[in-house]
Nanobody, 127 residues
């Protein structure tokens, strides 16, 4: 069982930046793909970003491409989501997710691909 704990959410104005972090209890073996999803009120949970175990492959939702950046440091265990130029429509609860993999260079973008989830952290962007 992998435990995920998100941190770094908050209330900011449009145009500001936030960095979310996800601490995991995952060990170095097996390898884990990590992803970020978000859920706004009344909407389905949607994909935001994902990163391979190696960190060399990433993928972003079109709505955040160029503004958000996902990164990981396996030696220190956290996964980060740097969010710049935040917009009101970025307001949501952000969830960290993980799944084990046999391949160091793959990532996943579907919600159903992920097995483990954190409790979420609220990000609110005001105009």
């Amino acid at each position: 069982q992998v435990q995920l704990v998100e941190a770094g959410g908050g209330l900011v104005q449009a145009g500001a930046s936030l960095r979310l972090s996800c601490a995991t209890s995952a060990r170095t073996s097996p390898m884990y793909v990590m992803g970020w999803f978000r859920q706004a009120p009344g909407k389905d949970r949607e994909f935001v970003a994902a990163i391979s175990w190696s960190g060399g492959a990433t993928r972003y939702a079109d709505s955040v491409k160029g503004r958000f950046s996902i990164s990981r440091d396996n030696a220190k265990n956290p996964v980060y989501l740097q969010m710049n130029s935040l917009k009101v429509e970025d307001t949501a609860v952000y969830y960290c997710a993980a799944r084990d993999t046999s391949y160091s260079g793959v990532y996943y973008s579907r919600r159903d691909d992920y097995r483990y989830w954190g409790q979420g952290t609220q990000v609110t962007v005001s105009s």
